[in-house]
């Protein structure tokens, strides 16, 4: 059965947010949503399409606006944010079911209208037109949707096409595949294809999707795995997922929490970095009672020097602090090239549900134990009275930024 999916993007969300709540028009206006106590190396989160209209980047750092184009910066406001998408989304539910609606991002959404098509007498072009309409009435917002006969034209067809149109809607089919999907280049553009598969690519002679798409299926699947079938199959606008499929929750999951720093960071003043971050990571391990058999640990450089690295780990299942600090610090010191430092990420995978806990030989019962006591004292306090009602000492220090993001949202000001 052919489906009707659409995806819809809300149009410089963070931006356009902040316009409409100071009546001003985001198509006219020049705003950034940037935390201006981070001075000129603030990223920007958003600009209005004003501002994009004039070459500028979505996300890009203050000093890298030129100095001629005059702009307004606000602050983030995560928890408007919040509230003005979950609006959105009640529209959504206006016109499908929540088992039909697809929640990617904070400001975009897939909904499979493919049942609902004759109930509202309505094609799918139409019927998305009636949504999009419907969310500027009452949101003053405006969104761009990408409908498709499965959930990876639609996505295409949004994120190529429908900001090409004033209406800003755009419709691909399978039939549309050889001329509006295979000549994209540079392969980074098409979704789900990152900067170093797009190396790998092209090292392989694939400059375009159509390269992919007319390659050897086997000879893909044999280099990559999984992934490289995958690869082959989107580049021949192939998905078989159904909205359904991504209401089933992962056996393993993981956690992850990741940040950008603002100053350059170097060997010991990151490892404190590291560790209040892997605090947050352990303390929502211990409260979803789940632990960690996968530790893993990101390092970014500076945009002047460039790269970085990951690396994971598979340990016994833990939600311990200093079981998974001391793993951390292990990939830390063993692959970090004493380079100034800007972004950093630790992440839980292969996650169980905690249960009776094994200890080894070498590892003492009363340590393991008062450590526990301590951690469930911990945690029931910052649940409580909030997560700097109680901090180490190390977070008083100059360079720690523990209890500056524990005042925020998603990292950035409520």
């Given at each position: ?204 002679g694939m400059v375009t999707v159509g390269d992919i798409a007319n390659h050897d299926k086997n000879d893909l699947k044999k280099k990559f795995g999984v992934i490289g079938e995958e690869l082959w199959n989107h580049a021949n606008g192939i998905d078989l997922s159904v909205i359904s499929d991504w209401k089933v929750t992962p056996k393993n999951s993981s956690y992850s929490h990741s940040q950008v720093l603002f100053k350059d960071y170097y060997g010991e003043n990151i490892k404190l970095i590291i560790e209040e971050m892997i605090d947050v990571v352990c303390q929502r391990l ?129």
């Amino acid at each position: 059965m052919e489906r009707h999916v659409l995806c819809i993007d809300l149009k410089s969300f963070f931006a356009s947010v902040e316009c409409v709540e100071r009546h001003i028009d985001p198509f006219k206006v020049n705003l950034v949503v940037a935390n201006p106590n981070q001075g000129n190396g603030a990223i920007t989160l958003a600009i209005t399409p004003h501002l994009k209209s004039l070459g500028i980047k979505s996300r890009t750092r203050l000093y890298e606006i030129p100095k001629n184009i005059k702009y307004v910066i606000v602050p983030p406001r995560m928890s408007l944010y919040i509230k003005k998408s979950k609006e959105v989304v009640g529209i959504y539910l206006d016109f499908v079911a929540e088992e039909d609606l697809h929640i990617y991002s904070i400001d975009e959404c897939f909904l499979d209208v493919t049942h609902y098509l004759k109930m509202y007498k309505m094609t799918d072009y139409e019927l998305a037109q009636k949504i999009l309409k419907t969310i500027e009435e009452k949101t003053g917002l405006t969104a761009t949707c990408g409908i498709g006969s499965n959930m990876l034209l639609a996505k295409l067809s949004m994120d190529i096409e429908a900001k090409k149109y004033k209406n800003g809607i755009a419709k691909w089919t399978m039939d549309d595949v050889p001329s509006k999907l295979w000549p994209i280049r540079p392969l980074s553009k098409m979704w789900s294809i990152g900067p170093r598969m797009e190396k790998k690519l092209n090292t392989m002679g694939m400059v375009t999707v159509g390269d992919i798409a007319n390659h050897d299926k086997n000879d893909l699947k044999k280099k990559f795995g999984v992934i490289g079938e995958e690869l082959w199959n989107h580049a021949n606008g192939i998905d078989l997922s159904v909205i359904s499929d991504w209401k089933v929750t992962p056996k393993n999951s993981s956690y992850s929490h990741s940040q950008v720093l603002f100053k350059d960071y170097y060997g010991e003043n990151i490892k404190l970095i590291i560790e209040e971050m892997i605090d947050v990571v352990c303390q929502r391990l211990r409260k979803n009672h789940k632990q960690a058999g996968l530790i893993g640990l990101g390092i970014g450089y500076s945009k002047a020097i460039g790269g970085g690295f990951f690396h994971s780990i598979k340990v016994n299942p833990t939600d311990s602090n200093v079981e998974f600090l001391k793993v951390a610090l292990n990939m830390f010191d063993r692959y970090y090239e004493e380079k100034p430092i800007r972004k950093v990420s630790v992440s839980a995978g292969n996650l169980i549900n905690k249960e009776t806990e094994q200890l080894s030989l070498f590892e003492s019962l009363e340590e393991k134990e008062n450590e526990f006591k301590a951690n469930e004292a911990i945690d029931e306090i910052k649940n409580k009275f909030g997560k700097n009602s109680i901090v180490k000492a190390s977070s008083l220090l100059d360079y720690s930024t523990a209890m500056e993001r524990n005042k925020k949202i998603g990292g950035h000001n409520a």
